[in-house]
C-alpha cells in the first residue's frame, strides 16, 4: 500500500513508475496522529493515515498474549476506534494483564478444526475477515504467524511439535483466541 497526498491519486496512477504499486491510497497529511501502548510487551498499536474525505482515522490496539486491551487514555473503549482529526493528536492504548488465556469469540461463529490436528488446521469465520493467525506455544513463544485477509484458512502446523498451543486471531471484530492441541 502506497500513500498518496490527496487530490493525487490519478497522477501517481498515470505515472509510469508509481502506477506499478497495486494499491495506491490518498492521504491527509497535514496531521499527525501519534499511538503508543501504556506498555510495548503488552500490546501494540497502530493507526490509519487521516483520510481526505472526512478526516477520520482509526487506532487499532493489539493485545499480545495473557493481555487485553483495556481503554483509551481519554476513557474510550472502542477497539478499533475511529477518531476525526482535526489537529495533530496522540492516544495511549492501555492494556492490563488477564490471568488465563480468554476465548474472545462471544458469539461462537469462528470455527477452528480439528482439534486436535496432526497436519493441517483449518478456520471458518462465516462473513467476517481473519486478518491474521499468530501460535504460541505454552511459554507465550510465537512459533508460526500467517496473514490471511480472508474468511477462512488452513494452515499447515505439520512443523509444530505435539502439545498444547494457543491461537491469537487477529479479525475485522476484533482479537479472539483459541486453544489448540497437536497431535502426532
Not at 481473519?130 to 500467517?146: A, L, N
Amino acid at each position: 500500500m502506497v500513500y498518496v497526498p490527496c487530490n493525487s491519486k490519478g497522477l501517481y496512477e498515470a505515472d509510469t513508475l508509481w502506477n506499478k504499486f497495486a494499491h495506491i491510497e490518498e492521504a491527509l497529511f497535514d496531521f499527525t496522529v501519534n499511538v503508543q501502548s501504556n506498555n510495548s510487551v503488552w500490546g501494540r498499536v497502530k493507526a490509519t493515515p487521516v483520510d481526505c474525505e472526512e478526516n477520520n482515522a482509526t487506532l487499532t490496539a493489539l493485545p499480545d498474549t495473557n493481555y487485553r486491551f483495556l481503554k483509551w487514555n481519554d476513557g474510550n473503549t472502542d477497539n478499533p476506534r475511529t477518531i476525526k482529526v482535526h489537529a495533530d493528536t496522540s492516544f495511549t492504548a492501555i492494556f492490563e494483564y488477564v490471568n488465563s488465556i480468554v476465548d474472545m469469540d462471544e458469539g461462537n461463529t469462528l470455527i477452528v478444526y480439528p482439534n486436535p490436528a496432526a497436519t493441517q488446521l483449518s478456520m471458518e469465520y462465516g462473513n467476517y475477515i481473519i486478518k491474521e493467525v499468530i501460535i504460541y506455544d505454552v511459554t507465550g513463544k510465537e512459533v508460526m504467524h500467517k496473514v490471511v485477509n480472508q474468511n477462512q484458512a488452513s494452515i499447515d502446523v505439520s512443523a509444530l511439535h505435539g502439545g498444547i498451543y494457543f491461537m491469537k486471531i487477529y479479525t475485522e471484530k476484533g482479537i479472539i483466541r483459541k486453544k489448540i492441541q497437536i497431535s502426532r
